[in-house]
């Protein structure tokens, strides 16, 4: 039983941005999905900074919550 059965995270959905006020903002398809700041920001920062594009997708759909159900639309 894999964790990505249904290989959603192969096409990268997931990305995130760091903004100057180290607040971290998750997109999926390009639509913010989730904010993070202080400390919860600075752990994420740190935990994804040498991991491969696999694995960090992974973390981020863990992050934003409910996207292993499968009730993530798709355009």
Request: aromatic share 10%; no cysteine.
């Amino acid at each position: 039983m894999g964790i990505d059965r249904r290989k959603v995270l192969e096409n990268e959905p997931f990305s995130f941005q760091i903004t100057k006020d180290k607040k971290v903002r998750f997109f999926y398809n390009n639509k913010v999905v989730k904010i993070i700041s202080n400390h919860h920001a600075d752990q994420f920062i740190e935990k994804i900074k040498d991991l491969p594009m696999n694995e960090q997708q992974l973390i981020m759909a863990k992050l934003t919550g409910n996207f292993k159900r499968g009730n993530e639309k798709n355009k």
